[in-house]
């Protein structure tokens, strides 16, 4: 059974930063991409950024330049360094891994961490 489990959220002033970090435990083959989403209360869930086993990024328009997306792929982790924050990042944070277990690569959620970028 694939497990992601998210770490790094909480309260922050405006300007400020957290990292967030995401790590897959279980049995599996191997994680393609990983990344990060985010939903906020009354929104759907977007895409903030990506990046796959290949380290090619993807990153939403509205946090170029103030996130950062790493992986540690020989401890199966991916990280999200959030600088200059502002209170429209508040949202609830979630890592999605694209795992292989078998002959099937599947979609797998972490449980979510919460951000709020508050004064």
């Known amino acids: 059974q694939v497990q992601l489990v998210e770490s790094g959220g909480g309260l922050v002033q405006p300007g400020g930063s957290l990292r967030l970090s995401c790590a897959a435990s279980g049995s599996f083959r191997s994680i393609y991409a990983m990344g990060w989403y985010r939903q906020a209360p009354g929104k759907q869930r977007e895409l903030v950024a990506t990046?796959?086993?290949?380290?090619?990024?993807n990153y939403a328009d509205f946090v170029k330049g103030r996130f950062t997306i790493s992986r540690d792929n020989a401890k199966n982790t991916v990280h999200l360094q959030m600088n200059s924050l502002k209170p429209e990042d508040t949202a609830i944070y979630y890592c999605k891994a694209v795992i292989s277990t078998s002959w099937v690569s599947s979609d797998y959620w972490g449980q979510g961490t919460q951000v709020t970028v508050s004064s």
């Open positions: 990046m796959t086993s290949g380290d090619s990024t």
